[in-house]
């Protein structure tokens, strides 16, 4: 194992990073009766900011009404009190409490606000090589996933199958793709 | 506050209609419920006739809905589900889906029956087809089993337990309209 201190500067480089929204994908897959239902946010927002100390913070937020799914009779469903309840809580929000990094492996400890529960929640993924863009920007790309228990923050819609089992997985995986630019 | 009440039932000596006039006398302070009767007159669902202006009895109910801070519905249970023609009325009111009246509307559901389960079924039924028309559904239910032997010719409740629930369904319905008002964080 390598150390913290000796691993953060090496592939998560100081500066404050923003998410370019147009090509980063934050998003969820969930067991839906026979397959893999996946949704998205869009936009969203993300900022990363690494300290000349290689300390590293990461904080992310989403609109629950830019929720992307195929239906817009299920986004309607989706924003309603059953799921994410837009009126009250039109926001979800990411902040991170730790980022360790070890070779180009990330783990980032958080805590993730979904429907007014704040939750701990870790993700973990991949810190890519920096590179300069065609525009001259500084660029690095993370992906991060992990999994919660919907029911956790609330979400405890279902509806069940014939055979008594339920149609909705409660454990929902997150998917992210953070495209980052320096500021 | 003004909650709306919506019986599942048309019959004049229904127990629904009666249970809901029974939450009148409950309610918390500073709330009133007026019981809607126009259910009867809600013509079958047909997306061929679901355009503006329209069908009156369709308008009176969004109207009604549109002007009421909650609703409690309380239904009767026919094989096991709910009365076609709340149904009925429903899936008029829950269109269009993503603007409809009922959405983020508090509703709280109860049920009677003359036999011993209250509609237990139907005010299940009832909940999941509230939620998927995207209506703010309070939990909590009142069973009003042996209703005909349950509320007197007075219209006065009897059964203590089923009255303690209804109060705690009003106040958990009230508290949902107020939690409704109270600022959300950005």
């Not at chain 2, 032997?149 to 219209?155: F, L, M, N, R, V």
Request: net charge negative; hydrophobic share 45%.
């Amino acid at each position: 194992m390598s150390t913290i201190e000796s691993t953060n500067a090496a592939v998560l480089p100081a500066g404050t990073w923003q998410l370019d929204p147009v090509h980063s994908q934050v998003g969820f897959a969930v067991k839906y009766m026979v397959g893999t239902f996946r949704g998205s946010f869009s936009p969203v927002e993300a900022t990363l900011v690494v300290g000349a100390d290689g300390e590293a913070g990461l904080t992310g937020s989403a609109r629950a009404e830019n929720v992307k799914v195929q239906e817009p009779s299920l986004v309607a469903h989706l924003l309603a009190p059953d799921f994410f309840d837009a009126e009250r809580t039109p926001e979800l929000r990411f902040r991170s409490t730790d980022v360790r990094t070890d070779g180009a492996r990330v783990t980032v400890d958080g805590e993730l606000e979904v429907k007014g529960a704040t939750r701990p929640v870790t993700l973990t993924g991949e810190v890519g090589e920096q590179i300069t863009d065609p525009f001259g920007r500084e660029r690095i790309g993370i992906t991060l996933g992990g999994t919660i228990d919907r029911t956790d923050f609330g979400i405890n819609w279902n509806n069940p199958l014939p055979s008594g089992k339920s149609a909705l997985a409660n454990e929902v995986a997150l998917e992210a793709e953070l495209y980052l630019v320096k500021e | 506050m003004k909650i709306l009440g919506v019986s599942g039932s048309l019959r004049a000596d229904s127990h629904n209609t009666a249970l809901l006039r029974c939450a009148a006398r409950h309610l918390p302070e500073g709330v009133e419920l007026d019981v809607w009767d126009g259910l009867r007159d809600v013509p079958p669902y047909d997306e061929d006739h679901d355009i503006d202006p329209a069908p009156p009895a369709v308008a009176a109910f969004r109207a009604a809905l549109a002007g009421a801070d909650a609703v409690l519905f309380s239904t009767p249970e026919y094989n096991s589900s709910i009365p076609g023609q709340l149904k009925n009325a429903l899936d008029w009111a829950s269109r269009p889906h993503a603007t409809n009246v009922l959405r983020n509307l508090p509703v709280a559901v109860v049920g009677a029956s003359t036999g011993a389960f209250g509609a237990v079924w139907a005010q299940a039924e009832l909940r999941k087809v509230l939620g998927a028309a995207g209506a703010r559904v309070v939990d909590g239910e009142v069973i009003l089993g042996h209703a005909h032997h349950k509320i007197d010719e007075h219209g006065v409740l009897l059964d203590e337990e089923v009255r303690d629930q209804l109060v705690e369904v009003l106040s958990d319905l009230a508290g949902a309209v107020e939690a409704r008002r109270a600022p959300v964080a950005a």
